[in-house]
C-alpha cells in the first residue's frame, strides 16, 4: 500500500482521474471497478473531460460497479445504475453492454451475487477498481464484521451509512434502502489494482485505522494492506491523523512512478 497526499481534494481527485488515463492508454480495453459516492464526482467529470478533450478514448473500457441497492429500480434517480449511467457512461459514450452492476431487483438476489462473479471472471478480471472509503471505514457495502474473503453478496446497512447516503434521498436516512448487493472484500483484494480515495477531514480518523490499524474484519478496508498494488489517494484534511505521514510524503518525492505527476501543479 502507498500512501500519497495531495494539497487538496480537487488536487487528489485529479490525480486518481490521471492514473486511470495513464492505466487506458496502456491498455484501452481495460476493466475498471467503479464506485459511487459524493469523493467520486469529481473524479467521473475530470474523466469525462478528458475523453471530450480527446486525450483518451474511454469507451471502450468494460466497467462493474461495486455495489446496488435492493429495491431501486435503474431508472429510479436514486440508483446506482442512474447515478453512474448520467455521470460517466453516457458522457463518454460506453455502450450498456459494457456497463455492469449488481442486479438489485432479482428475484433471487443471491443467485444474481454468483452470476456477477461470474461475469467478471468472463471479462478477464478487473484490472483497475476505484474505491472510497464509508464512515464506519468499509470498502462498496462491506459493513463492519464483513469477511475478509467474501465474494458478492446481499448485505444489510448500518444506521451510519444510511446517514452517510441520505444526501440523495432528501436527507432522510430512513428512506436509504436498508439492504444492498455488494461485491465482496475478496472480489474487490482480486482486482490487479486498487486506488481508493479519500478526502475531508471527517474522514481522517477511520483513514488512519484503516491504513495504520491492525487489519480485522470489523473495518473492511484494512484488507487493503494486503494487496501487492494499492495506492490510497488523499488530500491533507484527510491525511491529519497519519502516524506515518513524512514517510509517505518522501515516498511521493522520491519513487520514480511518481515522477511524471510531481512535475504537474495541478497534482
Given at each position: 500500500?502507498?500512501i500519497?497526499?495531495?494539497?487538496?481534494?480537487?488536487?487528489?481527485a485529479?490525480?486518481?482521474?490521471?492514473l486511470?488515463?495513464?492505466?487506458?492508454r496502456?491498455?484501452?480495453?481495460?476493466?475498471?471497478?467503479?464506485?459511487?459516492?459524493?469523493?467520486?464526482?469529481?473524479?467521473y467529470?475530470?474523466?469525462?473531460?478528458?475523453?471530450?478533450?480527446?486525450?483518451?478514448?474511454?469507451?471502450?473500457?468494460?466497467?462493474?460497479?461495486?455495489?446496488?441497492?435492493v429495491?431501486l429500480?435503474?431508472?429510479?434517480?436514486?440508483?446506482?445504475r442512474?447515478?453512474?449511467?448520467?455521470?460517466?457512461?453516457?458522457?463518454?459514450?460506453?455502450?450498456?453492454?459494457?456497463?455492469?452492476?449488481?442486479d438489485?431487483?432479482?428475484?433471487?438476489l443471491?443467485?444474481?451475487?454468483?452470476?456477477?462473479?461470474q461475469?467478471?471472471?468472463?471479462?478477464?478480471?478487473?484490472?483497475l477498481?476505484?474505491l472510497?472509503?464509508?464512515?464506519?471505514?468499509?470498502?462498496g457495502?462491506?459493513?463492519?464484521?464483513?469477511?475478509?474473503?467474501?465474494?458478492?453478496r446481499?448485505?444489510a446497512?448500518?444506521?451510519?451509512?444510511?446517514?452517510?447516503?441520505a444526501?440523495?434521498?432528501?436527507?432522510?436516512?430512513?428512506?436509504?434502502?436498508?439492504?444492498?448487493?455488494t461485491?465482496?472484500v475478496?472480489?474487490?483484494?482480486?482486482a490487479?489494482?486498487?486506488?481508493?480515495?479519500?478526502t475531508?477531514?471527517?474522514?481522517?480518523?477511520?483513514?488512519?485505522?484503516?491504513?495504520e490499524?491492525?487489519?480485522?474484519?470489523?473495518?473492511?478496508?484494512t484488507?487493503?494492506?494486503?494487496h501487492?498494488?494499492?495506492?490510497?489517494?488523499?488530500?491533507?484534511?484527510?491525511?491529519?491523523?497519519?502516524?506515518?505521514?513524512?514517510?509517505y510524503?518522501?515516498?511521493?518525492?522520491e519513487?520514480?512512478?511518481w515522477?511524471?505527476?510531481?512535475?504537474?501543479?495541478?497534482?
Open positions: 500500500m502507498e500519497i497526499i495531495r494539497p487538496t481534494a480537487e488536487h487528489a485529479r490525480l486518481v482521474a490521471r486511470v488515463v495513464a492505466r487506458v496502456t491498455t484501452p480495453r481495460l476493466v475498471l471497478g467503479c464506485a459511487t459516492g459524493r469523493t467520486m464526482d469529481p473524479v467529470a475530470e474523466l469525462t473531460a478528458a475523453h471530450r478533450a480527446g486525450e483518451v478514448d474511454l469507451s471502450r473500457l468494460t466497467t462493474f460497479n461495486l455495489d446496488e441497492y429495491g429500480p435503474p431508472e429510479d434517480p436514486r440508483s446506482y442512474r447515478y453512474m449511467r448520467e455521470r460517466f457512461f453516457e458522457p463518454v459514450g460506453l455502450p450498456a453492454s459494457s456497463t455492469h452492476l449488481p438489485g431487483m432479482a428475484p433471487d443471491a443467485a444474481a451475487a454468483r452470476q456477477y462473479e461475469r467478471i471472471a468472463a471479462a478477464g478480471g478487473i484490472d477498481q476505484l472510497g472509503l464509508g464512515v464506519t471505514g468499509h470498502i457495502f462491506n459493513e463492519p464484521l464483513s469477511s475478509l474473503m467474501s465474494r458478492t446481499e448485505k446497512l448500518t444506521l451510519e451509512t444510511r446517514q452517510q447516503n444526501e440523495l434521498f432528501g436527507g432522510d436516512s430512513k428512506a436509504v434502502p436498508k439492504r444492498a448487493v461485491m465482496g475478496g472480489t474487490i483484494l482480486d490487479r489494482e486498487v486506488i481508493m480515495l479519500v475531508g477531514g471527517a474522514k481522517a480518523a477511520v483513514l488512519a485505522v484503516a491504513t490499524g491492525p487489519i480485522t474484519a470489523r473495518i473492511s478496508a484488507a487493503l494492506q494486503l501487492p498494488r494499492c495506492a490510497v489517494i488523499v488530500d491533507e484534511a484527510a491525511a491529519a491523523e497519519l502516524e506515518g505521514l513524512e514517510y510524503r518522501f515516498l511521493y518525492a519513487e520514480p512512478e515522477a511524471p505527476y510531481r512535475a504537474d501543479p495541478d497534482l
